[in-house]
């Protein structure tokens, strides 16, 4: 069975950096592109960054970030990283992993995990 | 960037009816690369459709997509209690995130 756990969400003050987990299991990580997206609390479905399959040599962001979060993978431990830096109050969200089925259609999703950023 | 529009925001329905949500877009849909999620409150999304009209698995078929082009629908011909939640597409491969703002289906 496809499983993934996201962890790492908390409160943080603006300014702040979080890393977000996304434990998988349940299939060949390795082989899947994966992908963050968030949901800002009663909004819609935000696409965060995307990785590539195997090493993961290849990474997108959306425009909004402005440089701010690295997404990586870890193969060997089946995870999937997003490091947030200068975090901002409009980075609240609960953030999900989610695996491309292909292009960017994602068939499976983590439970998601909660980031409040306030001072 | 392809802007999708979907309509109406709400749509209040009894059990058993049948539920017909819209999504545009801006720009054309080229091979039919439009998906279907749905999301329960305090859950994760869950894919439904995807290629316009192919059923992820497991889902039943009470649920059918249809369109081309800029003009996409999501049928639910039958609702059942647990099919009440928020109905998002997407057109995938495109330009990575690519989300409408969603259709909420709630019970009359």
């Known amino acids: 069975e496809v499983q993934m756990l996201e962890s790492g969400g908390d409160f943080v003050q603006p300014g702040g950096s979080l890393r977000l987990s996304c434990a998988a299991s349940?299939?060949?990580?390795?082989?899947?592109?994966m992908s963050w997206v968030r949901q800002a609390p009663g909004k819609g479905l935000e696409w965060v960054s995307a990785?590539?399959?195997?090493?993961?040599?290849?990474?997108y962001y959306a425009d909004s970030l402005e440089g701010r979060f690295t997404i990586s993978r870890d193969n060997s431990k089946n995870t999937l990283y997003l490091q947030m830096n200068s975090l901002r109050a409009e980075d609240t969200a609960v953030y999900y992993c989610?695996?491309?089925?292909?292009?960017?259609?994602?068939?499976?999703w983590g439970q998601g995990t909660l980031v409040s950023v306030s001072s | 960037e392809n802007v999708l529009t979907q309509s109406p925001g709400t749509l209040s329905l009894f059990p058993g009816e049948r539920a017909t949500l819209s999504c545009r877009a801006s720009?054309?849909?080229?091979?039919?690369?439009l998906a279907w999620y749905q999301q329960k409150p305090g859950q994760a999304p869950r894919f439904l459709m995807y290629?316009?009209?192919s059923r992820a698995t497991g889902i039943p078929d009470r649920f059918s997509g249809s369109g081309s082009g800029t003009d996409f629908t999501l049928t639910i011909s039958r609702l059942e209690p647990e099919d009440f939640a928020v109905y998002y597409c997407?057109?995938?491969?495109?330009?990575?995130?690519?989300f409408g703002q969603g259709t909420k289906v709630e019970i009359k």
């Open positions: 989610a695996r491309h089925r292909d292009h960017d259609l994602y068939d499976y």
């Open positions: 349940g299939f060949t990580f390795s082989v899947y592109p």
């Open positions: 990785i590539s399959s195997g090493s993961g040599e290849s990474t």
């Open positions: 720009r054309t849909v080229y091979n039919n690369y």
């Open positions: 290629a316009a009209s």
């Open positions: 997407q057109h995938y491969g495109h330009s990575l995130g690519t």
